[in-house]
């Protein structure tokens, strides 16, 4: 099977060998000219936190669960079983029309500006726990249920260090990658190599 994986990607073991070496030797630089390089220690994110401290401020966001459909007869009927005491998430899992019915219309927490603002005046004046009436919007019927609400508040460091960190690592790779890059380039010495009879390049 080895033998005729090989043949198939027309290599030889030897080339297979090469190859692998080579991309474990570039993968090892990579890792030394680059990952290592970027990495951000502890200190250096407590003080990019400090001095940015109104980028970790979170806005006022409830939590929701919705029942979309664009036929009003179905959405009278959905608001009349939520009415009736029905769960909402069985509900919306049953009838909904939109992708959030696999997490029983869950859409987890959102700020202003991020639902249509028709839903969005209603979720920002109900309380936790409680339904809408129907809610028209953009051709679409909504049913909506308040399942928390937070208020505006700041994202300890403690909270925002795991993406802080990711965030600040992934900008200072992709930024000393490219200037690696760029010296590569300018340090290079390049052969084009064309395939003419008997030179035994490859193409």
Do not use: C
Not at 53 to 72: N, W
Not at 73 to 86: D, F, I, P, Q, T
Not at 160 to 179: P, T
Not at 180 to 193: D, H, Q, S, Y
């Amino acid at each position: 099977e080895y033998k005729k994986a090989l043949k198939q990607a027309d290599t030889t073991e030897d080339e297979l060998q090469e190859k692998i070496e080579r991309e474990s030797l570039v993968q090892a630089v990579k890792e030394k000219a680059v990952i290592v390089p970027s990495q951000v220690g502890e200190d250096e994110l407590k003080r990019y936190y400090a001095e940015n401290r109104t980028k970790f401020r979170q806005p006022e966001s409830v939590r929701l669960r919705l029942i979309s459909t664009k036929d009003e007869k179905k959405a009278k009927e959905v608001l009349g079983r939520v009415k009736a005491g029905e769960d909402f998430g069985n509900l919306a899992a049953q009838m909904s029309e939109d992708m959030y019915r696999i997490k029983g219309g869950d859409i987890g927490y959102v700020h202003r500006g991020r639902v249509f603002p028709e839903v969005e005046e209603a979720a920002f004046r109900m309380k936790i726990g409680e339904t809408s009436g129907l809610i028209q919007a953009k051709g679409t019927w909504f049913v909506i249920k308040v399942e928390d609400r937070k208020p505006e508040h700041e994202l300890t460091f403690d909270d925002a260090k795991e993406k802080l960190k990711k965030d600040l690592e992934a900008k200072r790779s992709a930024e000393i990658m490219e200037k690696w890059m760029t010296g590569l380039r300018v340090n290079a010495k390049i052969e084009i190599l064309s395939k003419e009879a008997g030179d035994g390049v490859k193409p």
